[in-house]
């Protein structure tokens, strides 16, 4: 149990500095920079404040607790939509905010959950409400522990060890947004030019409170959250702890639940479980649901997430391509979503986020978590491939590991066809290289090898310098770089310098931008850079030879890894 709290203490803390919070940071702000609308000494303000935060993070983590644990079954028995709560924070948090901007109405908000006999309003009573507002559309990532929470309180089997896990993680995750409410009122109560006009400042949060509601209600900052690289999956490779996870979930032991989820090659974990408990399917013949028995002959990737992680959003692109590009060679691709918080049980939800993020394949909507189950599944988003016989071959758990799965994708549909060619992802050219090449370049830090010199600051913009001279087969970066476990962003004069032995260069790209290449100091090509990361030929020649390739790109342009031909 306390090897269960420590995990669920960092979980929650990881989680807490996801960028998957980025929609509550600026909310969270606020409320420790507000005041109530009396006027209190400059000497209480600094205490004032520091209630002020304590408050806004207990409301927090209370109405984030009870709603995680059981807002489903809420709902339920009050016979409301499940999305009834989270439409109703948002209100909250903008009525707060009119608040912030109408004084007597803030008095009035407050005053059902102020203390009895308090002579002047403190803050607390209205921190405590905005908290309130802010746990129940708070929405961090998803890692295992809180996938286990979810998993309790969707399925109504919440206990003592689950409560206590929840209060963990709750806790956890609370730590840096109090030390962001706390800064936000140390600002306040040390300027004295923002103290005098606190009146001004009240009004002026009450419109943030107000635009960050309809931010959140419109899911405008979903695309921001998506854009910056998760770093919350610590923990998922502990067995011990996905041991403790599935007890306290009921999940039962199976050979998926020991598959290696790190395993780059092909590994055989036994029969799939067939889809169990569907309530409804999406992207099929007149909804008409699926199963492995009628798929077996085919290769299937079973897909679980839900349209709010982050993490999914991010790895929905490079499924719908796999399913683009090899849909006709006899691959499936069925989406389980399976949801984590309550209104995410809402098909017309579901439907509707599918559209928005470009999901074409099925989708099996998996309320009740009977699929989840059978899988012994304990994250999102997590991959099961299943080959031609119905076996499930490989496991994936989390982002990231994208050119693995294409691969293994490739080699399932091959076998189950000997004699039809499958062809490589869309731009590759199936070429087979007959001398000596340099080797796959990766510039991300997850396996960059070639780098000169070979540091690099990991997840945060750095500057660089090419090395002089720089060897045959080496990388070098110049200019502002972010470099991801997977590839590296451009920034301000990004610039990237390769020494090559190939007849032909390849570069797999992302983001949006350009990218001039130049061979040997001489220009080549202007490459347009934009929509899903794919490959793009850079280089092309009669013969193998050497060669330095130099390439400048415009900020935002994603460098993943180049490939020889």
């Keep these: 149990m306390v090897e269960l709290v420590l995990v669920g203490l960092v979980a929650g803390f990881l989680a807490g500095i996801s960028p998957c919070i980025l929609p509550v940071l600026p909310v969270v702000l606020v409320a420790g920079a507000s005041w109530p609308a009396t006027a209190e000494t400059p ?9 002020r935060s304590l408050a806004v993070i207990g409301g927090l983590v209370l109405s984030f607790s009870i709603i995680v644990l059981a807002g489903s079954e809420i709902l339920s028995l009050l016979h409301l939509p499940q999305d009834a709560l989270r439409d109703a924070g948002i209100v909250l948090l903008a009525v707060v905010g009119l608040g912030y901007l109408i004084p007597p ?27 309130l507002a802010v746990g129940v559309v708070y929405v961090p990532c998803a890692g295992p522990v809180l996938a286990a929470i979810a998993v309790v309180g969707a399925t109504h089997r919440v206990g003592l060890t689950a409560v206590i896990l929840t209060a963990a993680f709750a806790v956890g995750t609370a730590v840096p947004l109090l030390a962001v409410a706390a800064a936000g009122g140390q600002l306040t109560s040390r300027i004295g030019a923002i ?50 996870l599935n007890a306290l979930t009921g999940v039962p032991h199976t050979s998926l639940t020991s598959c290696n989820s790190t395993a780059t090659t092909l590994v055989n974990c036994g029969p799939a479980p067939n889809f169990t408990g569907i309530t409804a399917w999406l992207n099929t013949p007149g909804g008409q649901p699926l199963s492995l028995s009628a798929l077996r002959g085919k290769v299937v990737l079973v897909d679980f997430w839900t349209y709010s992680c982050i993490n999914c ?28 918080f309550a209104f995410e049980h809402v098909v017309s939800n579901v439907r509707a986020q599918a559209a928005a993020l470009g999901v074409r394949y099925p989708v099996a909507i998996d309320n009740n978590y009977a699929t989840w ?22 496991v994936h758990f989390g982002e990231g590991g994208y050119s693995t799965m294409g691969q293994l994708i490739r080699q399932l549909l091959q076998a189950a066809r000997p004699h039809q060619s499958v062809p490589n992802p869309a731009g590759v050219p199936d070429k087979t290289p007959t001398g000596e090449l340099s080797p796959e370049t990766y ?14 600051t990991r997840d945060t913009p750095a500057v660089y310098r090419f090395p002089s001279p720089l060897p045959l087969g080496a990388l070098g970066l110049a200019g502002t770089w972010t470099d991801h476990a997977q590839e590296a962003t451009a920034g ?15 570069l797999v790209l992302g983001g949006t931008g350009t990218l001039d290449v130049s061979v040997n100091g001489h220009h080549t090509q202007t490459v347009e850079v934009g929509g899903v990361p794919r490959l793009y030929t850079l280089y092309q020649a009669g013969s193998a030879t050497t060669g330095t390739l130099v390439l400048r790109a415009s900020p935002g342009v994603e460098a993943y890894d180049f490939t020889f031909g």
């Design 43 to 51: 000497a209480r303000i600094p205490r004032a404040g520091l209630a």
């Design 105 to 131: 109405l803030g008095a009035l908000i407050e005053r059902p959950f102020a203390r009895v006999g308090t002579r002047r309003p403190s803050g607390r009573a209205g921190g405590f409400v905005l908290g």
């Design 195 to 244: 103290r005098r006009r606190a009146p001004e400042i009240r009004r002026i949060g009450g419109a943030v409170l107000i635009v960050m509601s309809v931010l959140i209600a419109s899911d405008v900052l979903a695309g921001l959250q998506r854009d910056i690289p998760g770093y919350t999956t610590a923990l998922q490779g502990s067995a011990k702890i996905r041991k403790q």
């Design 313 to 340: 959003q991010r790895s929905l692109p490079h499924v719908e391509a796999w399913y683009q590009e090899y849909a006709k060679d006899g691959f499936v691709v069925v989406g389980v979503h399976t949801p984590e």
């Design 373 to 394: 189950n059978a899988y012994s599944n304990q994250y999102w988003p997590a991959d099961y491939l299943i080959d031609a016989q119905g076996n499930v071959r490989s």
């Design 443 to 456: 510039i991300g830090y997850d396996e960059l090898q070639y780098l000169d010199p070979p540091e690099v």
């Design 492 to 506: 301000h004069g990004a610039e990237l310098e390769l020494g090559f032995l190939a007849q032909d260069v390849y």
